[in-house]
């Protein structure tokens, strides 16, 4: 049986104090190890990844990580034209004109360099015609692209002086004395000039249709080659006039008239 705590204690005070006759008891108590107290760890909040630092970007060896302004790129040519819109428009045009003029011999297309406008190469034009290139650019108000778009004409002009003069537009072999004439009314000018030569592609219509698949007209394609003796560019013209019958129902097809449609450099015979 075991015996109190207090109890025991109060026997050995007795003992010690009254010393009668008892042998010294030694009595062990044990001992009861104290709790310590332990930091409880706080834990550590999450860290989002916006939160983590970046790492610091390498400066190049000519530069310092404090410098506070950005070195300003060297200034361009002052008189180039290139990076404006209007220009490299116009400019990537005249290129893909330089090219089809550049490779241009007999034979090799029935067109000298292709239209990019209203039915017409404005760039060969300006670039060959001064009385062209004042009609084109002649109310431009900026002075720098006047020169820039100026600068490239002249080299296309360069050119086309060399492969120009063996263009006389393709050969339309059908002839009607009526039609061939009647087309000739067509051109303003052409009493300012000498037909050199004139012809029709088909010997036969062309059927034009509507979305419906009915006919609305029949049609020939027509050339005119001309030498206008008092144009300022030296060149003749390749005007193409075309023959037209509007459909009158029933199989039939109203009176022939000519329509213009546009009219090209070319070059000029020997006289």
């Known amino acids: 049986m075991k015996f109190p705590v207090i109890a025991l204690l109060a026997l050995v005070s007795m003992m010690l104090l009254t010393g009668a006759g008892y042998a010294q008891i030694t009595i062990n108590i044990p001992k009861i190890p104290k709790i310590k107290n332990v930091p409880v760890p706080t834990p550590t909040p999450a860290r989002d990844v916006e939160d983590e630092p970046t790492q610091p970007t390498a400066q190049p060896s000519n530069t310092r ?12 040519d002052p008189n180039s034209c290139k990076g404006d819109a209007f220009f490299d428009i116009h400019n990537e045009d005249i290129d ?13 297309r029935d067109y ?5 406008n209203d039915r017409q190469n404005i760039y ?21 692209m006047k020169r820039c778009i100026g600068t490239v004409l002249d080299e ?9 003069p063996s263009y006389s537009g393709p050969n339309y072999a059908f ?18 000039g000498k037909v050199l030569r004139s012809g029709i592609k088909e010997a036969s219509w062309l059927i034009d249709k509507d979305s419906f698949n009915f006919p609305t ?23 193409y006039v075309n023959i037209i019958q509007d459909y009158a129902g029933g199989g039939t097809y109203a009176a022939t008239y000519a329509r213009f449609i546009k009219s090209e ?7």
């Open 65 to 76: 990580a404090d410098q506070d302004e950005t070195p300003s790129k060297p200034a361009g």
């Open 96 to 108: 893909i004109t330089k090219k089809e003029a550049a490779e241009y011999h007999p034979g090799l």
């Open 112 to 116: 000298y360099v292709q239209d990019f």
């Open 124 to 144: 060969l034009k300006a670039a060959l015609s001064k009385s062209k290139r004042q009609d084109w650019m002649g109310e431009w108000k900026d002075e720098k």
């Open 156 to 164: 296309l002009a360069v050119i086309a002086k060399k492969t120009l």
């Open 175 to 192: 002839h009607n004395l009526a039609e061939e004439r009647l087309m000739l009314t067509e051109i303003s000018d052409i009493s300012e």
């Open 217 to 239: 007209a029949r049609f020939k394609h027509g050339l005119v080659y001309v030498r206008y003796p008092n144009v300022d560019d030296g060149f003749c013209r390749v005007i």
């Open 265 to 271: 450099f070319a070059g000029c015979p020997a006289k």
